[in-house]
């Protein structure tokens, strides 16, 4: 805290940047924002601009207000189940899936007990098997419980997320030190009431950071509801999209074009997570920051 | 001391949680199909009982039809899901027949993959119910494609007789006369390449397996037989050789390009007039109208070039029906239901003007009005009529693999890097027959 008084009454010296920096960064800075720019550009194209015009610049009709018209209204309207879909696994596997790991971080790094150092370790090791080799068993174990092709089956499971226990761990470790949960203790509090109260407080930079990180990696989730769903009704923006592409390709027949639907649906797809971004950006970079000024 | 009761108490708890899930998956083991007594009295009575049928299919339109079945008959309920468009609805398939449950009544599949589900028991032998009465009712194209063997396995629903779209403003531009043989395609497709170096008379697809089995079936070669457990190989055989060295000699003089068709820059070559014919099934139409819909006009229908100018023959790439699966416990009403949609007129007809398939139905693939009817993406041509001729000069006798689906996975591995690196597609086929003899080994196959 202090550090940070001093620094702002200092000036701070005059930064050049470089002209490769500036290159490098510009660089970068394209790579990111064209496939944006270019999905904005599509969106407004019909099919037959699409393939005739150039893809980074505008088409010969703005077509973007009939595709939207398209995409809410085509096959009576799944894309709007779709992204309601995506919603729900999001939110509620996303929190569900934070409040999880926030609670196993704290209990790993807080509390001393045989295989407290293990558990983390085995779980990130676990990580490491890929995904496609548990994917059959994985639909054989869930299908003889009769819950595969449901929504709960996707929400169930995204309330595992490994990454975000170790992401958890670690900051508890550096935010929650262990004096104050001695003293706690030693008032009387109860090991909930110490949680609820005083735990949770220090953790909410930490929480929101896994809590994005979670949403995010749900939202974009396309092979776990690949393996599990069947039923076009259930299925997420990945998947759902991902079937539109494909009615427009087959090796022995085409049924549908629907790339601009693609297009557009992939533009609209990306729009709540940049606003859910934008809104919790302040706490994010709080997250970041709150380990390092201890 | 505090942590150590709950540690033993924690260890109970997992004991406890392990054994139940044991005792959970031995309770819910999968039952065993249901056994078939289909007769065609009970697929008759089916009609008038009260059940749920689900119906897995990507034709987009089905639903509106199965809305008129359901208007019908009201007893019964059909449930219609697109489970994904070929291999990604058999993924799926395959996974809920293997989980035993989940999958549907009634599913849509491919001709090429049906003797895989059929001769692994996964789908009812409907020849049976009275299916062989309406031969008659089906094209013979149509009605060949769906037995496996001397038995049927499916309804059909759609076929592909093989045609040629090709870009009438190229070919005048260039001057060239519309092939009818295989020789005169050679022909064609030098002097357009020498004239323009940016153009080719056709692209080939590395990925291309139905493709290339249409055209091997054209050629007169059966590369494939099953007979029970009993499965030929044999890629050397003189109709695939004849496919092999035709190709060969047109992709290795650049005069034909090996390009991944649909891709964005696929479609917009074959737009601009890079590509100047498609060979492909008769299902292209309807793709071509919606992706690339400004070169409207510019193309043209012609028959597949032939080997033989005074008997021409064609091949089907693609085309699919509908099947009763085993694992179905209604049976009898998936059968009735499958029935209605391909061979009553309320349907078929729904299929061929609505959801613009080519239809499986000899009363409408010999009608007046589905074989005058000009296309104006065309250029107002009578485009039926060409599909018509393509399917009844079909050769017959292509036979499909148990394990097509595997052949045609690993056919861009063999045949397709031929393509692309414009070497022998014959030492290519050996290979390709190796991977399969083995694959064919591995699964139990008794390879002849």
């Known amino acids: 805290m202090t ?10 010296p005059a930064h050049r940047l470089s002209v490769p920096t500036i290159l490098v960064m510009t660089a970068l800075l394209l790579y990111c924002v064209l496939p944006f720019w270019w999905l904005i550009v599509s969106s407004t194209k019909s099919n037959g601009d699409l393939f005739s015009t150039f893809g980074l610049w505008f088409g010969r009709a703005f077509s973007l207000f009939d595709n939207l018209g398209q995409l809410f209204t085509h096959q009576n309207g799944i894309y709007l189940e779709w992204l309601g879909n995506t919603v729900l696994y999001a939110v509620v596997g996303g929190v569900g ?15 001393t007990f045989p295989g407290s150092r293990k558990i983390l370790g085995i779980v990130i090791v676990a990580m490491a098997v890929p995904a496609t080799a548990l994917a059959i068993p994985m639909f054989l174990l869930f299908s003889s419980l ?35 949960l001695e003293a706690a203790r030693l008032d009387g509090a109860s090991e909930t009431r110490i949680f609820v109260t005083i735990v ?31 039923d076009p009704r259930l299925y997420p923006l990945t998947v759902g999209l991902n079937q539109w592409n494909s009615q427009a390709s087959g090796s022995s027949g085409a049924t549908e074009a629907l790339y601009n639907l693609v297009v557009t649906g992939s533009l609209v797809g990306i729009l709540p997570l940049i606003v859910v971004f934008v809104v919790l950006q302040r706490y994010w970079v709080a997250g970041l920051a709150a380990g390092s000024s201890r | 001391m505090h942590h150590r009761k709950s540690h033993s108490r924690a260890l109970v708890g997992v004991a406890i949680l392990s054994a139940a899930a044991a ?3 031995g309770c819910a083991s999968s039952t065993g199909p249901a056994a078939s007594d289909l007769t065609v009295d009970s697929v008759d009575k089916a009609l008038s009982t009260k059940a749920t049928i689900t119906v897995w299919s990507w034709q987009p339109g089905i639903e509106d039809i199965a809305d008129a079945f359901m208007d019908e008959y009201p007893d019964i309920t059909v449930d219609v899901v697109n489970a994904g468009q070929g291999n990604d609805e058999y993924a799926k398939l395959s996974s809920s027949i293997k989980a035993g449950s989940g999958a549907p009544d009634v599913v849509q599949l491919e001709y090429s993959i049906l003797p895989q589900y059929a001769t692994a028991g996964d789908v009812v032998n409907v020849s049976a119910i009275g299916y062989d009465d309406l031969a008659d009712t089906f094209t013979a194209s149509a009605y060949a494609q769906s037995k496996v063997g001397d038995d049927v396995f499916a309804y059909p629903m759609d076929d592909g007789p093989m045609a040629m779209y090709y870009r009438t403003d190229i070919f005048d531009e260039y001057g060239i006369a519309v092939p009818t043989t295989w020789d005169e395609f050679a022909t064609a497709a030098e002097t357009l390449h020498a004239a323009d170096p940016s153009k080719y008379l056709t692209a080939i697809d590395p990925a291309g397996a139905m493709n290339a089995e249409g ?31 035709y190709w060969s000699g047109l992709i290795a003089s650049d005069a034909v390009k090996s390009d991944s068709f649909w891709t964005d820059g696929w479609w917009q070559a074959l737009d601009n007039g890079t590509y100047a014919t498609w060979i492909a099934g008769a299902w292209a139409p309807s793709s071509m109208e919606s992706t690339i819909p400004n070169s409207s006009g510019k193309w043209a229908v012609a028959p597949v070039p032939s ?42 007809d729904a299929l061929t003007t609505d959801l613009k398939i080519y239809p499986t139905s000899q009363r409408i693939a010999t009608s007046d009005e589905w074989l005058g009817a000009q296309s104006e993406y065309f250029g ?17 006798g292509f036979q499909y693999l148990p394990f097509q689906q595997y052949a045609d996975s690993i056919f861009s591995d063999y045949v397709g890097a031929a393509f692309a690196d414009k070497t022998d597609i014959s030492e290519a086929l050996v290979k390709y027959q190796a991977a399969l003899v083995k694959f064919a080994g591995e699964q139990g196959y008794t390879v002849k």
């Open chain 1, 3 to 12: 550090q940070l008084a001093t620094g702002r009454r200092r000036s701070m």
């Open chain 2, 307 to 348: 080997w033989d100018a005074d008997a021409p023959t064609s091949g089907v790439q693609g085309g699919s029906g509908i099947a009763v699966t085993t694992q179905s416990e209604n049976q009898a009403v998936s059968a009735a239901f499958a029935r209605w949609m391909t061979t009553s007129d309320t349907a078929t």
């Open chain 2, 215 to 245: 055209l091997i079936g054209q050629a007169g070669g059966v590369p494939y037989q099953t007979d029970g457990s009993d499965v030929t190989i044999d890629l050397a055989d003189e109709g695939t050789t004849r496919w092999a060295d």
């Open chain 2, 380 to 396: 107002g041509q009578e485009i039926n009529r060409v599909f018509s001729e393509s399917g009844q000069n079909v050769k017959e």
């Open chain 2, 23 to 25: 005792v959970l998956t």
């Open chain 1, 200 to 230: 949770s407080k220090l953790l909410a930079p930490g929480f929101v950071t896994v809590l994005l990180f979670n949403v995010v990696a749900i939202w974009n989730n396309y092979f776990l509801p690949l393996i599990m769903l069947s």
């Open chain 1, 97 to 111: 899936a934070t409040i999880l790991a926030t609670l196993g971080g704290y209990g790993l790094a807080s509390f």
């Open chain 1, 146 to 180: 009769g819950i595969v092709n449901t929504r709960w089956i996707i929400v169930l499971l995204s309330l595992a997320s490994p990454l975000g226990l170790y992401l958890m761990q670690v900051f508890a470790a550096q935010a929650v030190p262990r004096e104050l």
